[in-house]
């Protein structure tokens, strides 16, 4: 099956059947769906304090604590001034993590059904990718 991958000439749809079949996403959404991992870990202190800094939910701001955005669980999305600055994973991260629906994000303790709700809301299309979430 590998080979018959590498093996295929030319560009033809003989791939996206072959990913497909494998169950594997998409590049952009595998993309989304590292980028949700990382966040996923930020939040349950499994990632670098570099990195888990980043991802300030937004119930943690004075004043915020009774917003729709605090209880959903959303995080912080910190403001930037050049075009580059929203693939930065301090803006990315947060954007596509509060896009999740709730009932991903209230599994995020639960390392396999996590993935598994994820990777089934991604194949779905439900979420919008990141680069849509980015550049609209």
């Known amino acids: 099956l590998h080979t018959q991958f590498l093996q ?3 560009i033809s749809g ?6 497909d079949e494998l169950h594997w996403l998409p ?10 991992m990382i966040v996923r870990n930020c939040l349950t ?15 943690s701001r004075y004043g915020r604590q009774n917003l729709r955005s605090a209880n959903r669980g959303d995080l912080l999305v910190p403001p930037f001034k050049v075009e580059y600055g929203r693939r930065s994973f301090s803006v990315a991260g947060p954007r596509i993590w509060n896009t999740l629906p709730p009932s991903v994000r209230q599994t995020l303790h639960r390392t396999e059904l996590f993935k598994k709700m ?14 849509e979430v980015m550049f609209h």
């Open 45 to 59: 202190g499994k990632a670098p304090s570099y990195l888990a800094e980043l991802c300030i939910p937004s119930s």
């Open 14 to 19: 003989h791939h996206f059947l072959l990913r």
């Open 118 to 131: 994820l990777k089934l809301i991604f194949s779905l299309a439900t979420v919008p990718s990141a680069s």
């Open 27 to 36: 590049v952009v959404r595998w993309i989304d769906f590292r980028i949700c």
């Open 8 to 10: 295929n000439q030319g």
